[in-house]
């Protein structure tokens, strides 16, 4: 770019054509150079535009998992829906993951109540419809959370989504018709094993809700079903 700039200014310059001429020859000489050594990076190491980050941060970008072979601990769900979610049912475990899809321990499905009674004193009504229980068990294993840079385990009705509904809200009101002694609780920190009921407040007619557990595309999503 300097020389770009040098060869502008000198060309005014009848007695500067020479030195302008020069100038030229090195800025291109120098982006033939850059190209040649892109395309060879590209050839030798397999990297595509979507590895450029990960490379010059030594940043390691997990897997997409839609249409990608499933991660460890999801070989036994069988195969994914047409949308891309793994089946979870009662009993499953599956890997813990931090925001960016990388592991950090395991998480367990212990049990479905797709009509979950509230122990509250004061509950309130569904906001939705009616309340679904998912009891389960969070297990932070203190090197892989280490690994992903990754502190605490937090699970929420946020992470819970219906599939015919993206804008419907989980969480509603069951917060208050959870009693909190039977909790998730709200941090599992690496190395210690949680576990708890988890409350959302879902539809009359929903099936089937998502969890993503990770960013769009970066996250290995699960498919429950709550059907009463």
């Known amino acids: 770019m300097f ?78 829906d047409e949308d891309g979610h793994y089946p979870l049912a009662e009993g499953d475990p599956v890997p813990l993951l931090e925001p960016f899809g990388k592991a950090r321990g395991t998480v367990t499905l212990e049990e479905i109540d797709a009509g979950y009674e509230c122990g509250s004193e004061t509950p309130l009504p569904p906001e939705n419809d009616r309340f679904v229980g998912l009891r389960l068990s969070i297990d932070v294993d203190e090197q892989q959370a280490r690994q992903a840079s990754s502190d605490g385990a937090v699970i929420t009705p946020f992470d819970f989504r219906d599939p015919r ?16 002694r039977f909790g998730l609780p709200d941090t599992v920190e690496p190395g210690e094993v949680g576990s708890g009921w988890l409350v959302l407040d879902v539809a009359e007619d929903t099936e089937t809700v998502t969890w993503e557990m990770a960013l769009p595309n970066r996250g290995l999503p699960y498919a429950v079903d709550v059907d009463e």
Not at 9 to 23: D, E, F, H, I, Y
Not at 54 to 78: D, Y
Not at 165 to 180: K, M, R, T, V
């Open 3 to 80: 020389a770009l700039i040098a060869a502008g200014s000198a060309l005014k310059q009848a007695r500067g054509k020479v030195l302008a001429w020069l100038a030229i020859a090195v800025a291109v000489l120098g982006l033939a150079i850059s190209i040649g050594a892109f395309a060879y990076d590209r050839l030798a190491t397999g990297r595509d535009a979507d590895d450029e980050v990960a490379f010059a941060t030594g940043w390691s970008a997990p897997t997409p998992a839609l249409g990608n072979t499933p991660a460890p601990g999801q070989e036994s769900l069988g195969e994914p």
């Open 165 to 180: 509904d993206a804008e419907l809200i989980l969480w509603g009101n069951s917060y208050f018709c959870l009693d909190h």
